[in-house]
């Protein structure tokens, strides 16, 4: 269908105003990061970007948050991709109670979890000790839903069953199949909840603020009102780095999207 | 008829015995008993939910037999796992892995063997050699039409060298003139190689095509394991003489073993009903004559090349569909008074 002239401008019109709505914080932001305050006060400075490393404490925070992003990952992984693949070659009967499972956590409040296992809390200090990345205990379950999701699409985009039976009549063990079969053909799906699990992560308050840990939003604001412009910076930062996995991922699927079917001879 | 054209010495003797499969309530399979001789190809056919998927899915071991025996070779395989079996097999649906190229995919189960490099890339080599298709070893499966995939996949089922290779309807998803071709070259790569094949499939003229032997199921059970020609000429059930080929329903009345059948007389098959009952006549058995004072009228002829297809009428209704040569069968018009004659070929006879 031709785009008549009237709906043209109605899209291009429609498109600028989300454009202004998304941007104009973010632009905001960045220039409120790179003005001089102080003694800096009418240059253009990456000094609050700087103090993001040279600040020990916000240093140690950042490091705990990206340690904990990638132990949450790899908890994530490690847990949910072999139950999935599993459930859905073996026991496809209990699809819908882990589906049902991994969505449960979109449906409470993060204050009410947080009421709920400070209390479990307790005990992974005493075991684990306190450092910030047992957090990724927790951040596992909330970020199960949107991992699931993910995993869950790319496992429907291939013939799962008829691939694990050829693989298997080949000789291929269960470790094999799954490991050498299905891993392969779903990494798209993995990186992706990897991705959002990260961007999650990072941007986590609630629950590291409320269990008293420092990780990076939770020193980010606990500096907003001291060190504005450091606080802005980082947040930034982080906006930048997050949207940067989520643009490579549309890249990588880009690239990977396989051409369903097969050609007519 | 022929049996067992291939080299025997290559492949093993299955055996199926008793086989039992319920699910819950079903009873997919009850009570299959079937052997396959060493190098033979035999095809089970039969309508959907007969069973014939649920016996080779037993035989792979994909599924587990709720009782009954499995035998290749004469080792036991019922609790064997599938992966330990050396099966190959090729599935109805695409089953080549998506991110490999076709050579790997061939040398896949030889990795998995541990063969080295060099022996894998030529054994796979050799498989698409057999299959037509070595120019496309880089290609991915979405780069192939169906057709070439089912190739592909037979090829890689072979490059195991496999005791057995089973064919789960690897043809139904292809458009009929690809699966005419398909279907004679698994034929003749069958002989070839001279393994042992089960072919699961629901359309007759593939299983008359390529088998050596035929496997006519129905709910659960073998109705008749025949050569082809035999299963045609000869069925043992009123299921495999109405599900094999087209038969005229015509009205009998056997007494020892001859069948009067529109006024002649037929032997007729062991197995047959006695009194009076159907004859399961082929529409090759009946001729027409044009004859003022014959029993029926030509409705339609139907030209089919050589051959034509003309259906009559009996007084009382009964339509009667007879095949000629067109050169006969152009000679009559819809309204032709005829006189119908049935070929003195052994019929089955069934009650009622």
Known sequence: ?265 | MTHTQARPEAGLAVELTDLTRVYGQVRALDGLTLHLAPGELVALLGPSGCGKTTALRILAGLDQPTSGRVEVGGKDLTRVSANKRDMGMVFQAYSLFPHMTVIDNVAFGLKLRRKDGAARRTRAGDMLDLVGLGEHADRYAHQLSGGQQQRVALARALAIEPSVLLLDEPLSALDAKVRVQLRDEIRRVQIEVGTTTLFVTHDQEEALAVADRVGVMNAGHLEQLAPPADLYSAPASRFVGEFVGLSNRLPAEVQGDVASVLGQNVPVLPGSATGSGTALVRPECVSVVADEAGQARVTTVQFLGPLSRVTCTLADGTDVIAQLASSDALRLQPGDAVRLEVAPTAVLVVAG
Not at chain 1, 119 to 147: E, I, R
């Open chain 1, 1 to 265: 269908m031709k785009a008549g002239g009237g709906f043209r401008i109605v899209r291009a019109v429609l498109l600028g105003l989300f454009a202004l709505y998304f941007f104009l914080p973010l632009i905001s932001m960045a220039n409120f990061s790179v003005q001089g305050k102080g003694p800096l006060k009418g240059t253009i400075t990456f000094h609050y970007y700087a103090e993001l490393v040279r600040n020990e404490d916000l240093r140690s925070a950042i490091i705990s948050s990206l340690l904990l992003a990638v132990l949450t990952v790899v908890l994530m992984v490690v847990l949910l991709v072999p139950t999935m693949i599993w459930v859905r070659l073996r026991t496809p009967g209990l699809s819908r109670l882990v589906e049902f499972l991994c969505l449960l956590p979109l449906t409470v409040p993060p204050l009410v979890i947080v009421v709920g296992i400070s209390n479990v809390y307790t005990w992974v200090n005493y075991l684990l000790g306190d450092s910030p990345q047992v957090l990724a205990f927790a951040y596992v379950v909330l970020v199960l839903p949107y991992s699931y999701r993910s995993i869950d699409s790319a496992l429907s985009a291939i013939d799962v069953a008829t691939l694990a039976e050829a693989a298997r009549s080949l000789g291929a063990n269960w470790l094999t199949v799954i490991t050498r079969i299905v891993l392969p053909n779903i990494v798209s799906g993995v990186l992706g909840a990897a991705f959002i699990t990260i961007a999650l992560v990072l941007g986590e308050y609630v629950f590291a603020s409320l269990l008293h840990y420092d990780t990076m939003p939770v020193a980010l604001a606990a500096i907003y009102k001291s060190e504005t412009s450091t606080a802005i910076a980082g947040g930034f930062a982080s906006i930048v780095v997050i949207s940067l996995l989520l643009l490579g991922l549309s890249f990588f699927n880009r690239n990977q999207a396989p051409d369903v079917g097969g050609q007519k001879e």
